[in-house]
């Protein structure tokens, strides 16, 4: 009798499986997922520069510190970058593409993701 249970009793838990993996793989209102993993960091605007959100500058590192350029200009320089990621950027010939995300007019800063 117990086996004969356990043999009838397999194909619906199998289906509870399923159901439940479907929930779970399945997003709702309180979902969090991440969007994207990007690294965003903060920089010192130059004095009589002007960044705008969503431009696309270059990120080089200078003497353990990240120079952000538009072009040649130097726009922005970001202090005392984390060890992982000046090593990231040397090893990627010690340039990286650098996205302005926000602007902070009255404290002269912004934050950039590195791409």
Same mark, same amino acid.
Request: net charge neutral; charged share 30%; with cysteine.
């Given at each position: 009798?117990?086996?004969?249970?356990?043999? *009838?009793?397999?194909?619906?838990? $199998?289906?509870?499986?399923?159901? %439940? =993996?479907?929930?779970?793989?399945?997003?709702? &209102?309180?979902?969090?997922?991440?969007?994207?993993?990007?690294?965003?960091?903060?920089?010192?605007?130059?004095?009589?520069?002007?960044?705008?959100?969503?431009?696309?500058?270059?990120?080089?590192?200078?003497? *353990?510190?990240?120079?952000?350029? $538009?072009?040649?200009?130097?726009? %922005? =320089?970001?202090?005392?970058?984390?060890?992982? &990621?000046?090593?990231?950027?040397?090893?990627?010939?010690?340039?990286?593409?650098?996205?302005?995300?926000?602007?902070?007019?009255?404290?002269?800063?912004?934050?950039?993701?590195?791409?």
């Amino acid at each position: 009798m117990g086996a004969d249970f356990i043999e *009838k009793a397999t194909p619906t838990f $199998r289906k509870s499986w399923d159901r %439940a =993996r479907t929930k779970l793989a399945t997003a709702d &209102l309180f979902t969090r997922e991440p969007s994207s993993l990007v690294c965003t960091v903060v920089a010192d605007i130059f004095d009589g520069e002007q960044l705008t959100m969503g431009e696309l500058l270059t990120v080089e590192v200078e003497d *353990k510190s990240f120079i952000v350029r $538009r072009g040649n200009s130097k726009v %922005a =320089r970001i202090q005392n970058p984390l060890p992982i &990621l000046v090593e990231a950027i040397e090893k990627s010939c010690g340039i990286a593409k650098g996205k302005v995300e926000d602007v902070y007019k009255i404290s002269r800063v912004a934050d950039i993701s590195l791409c």
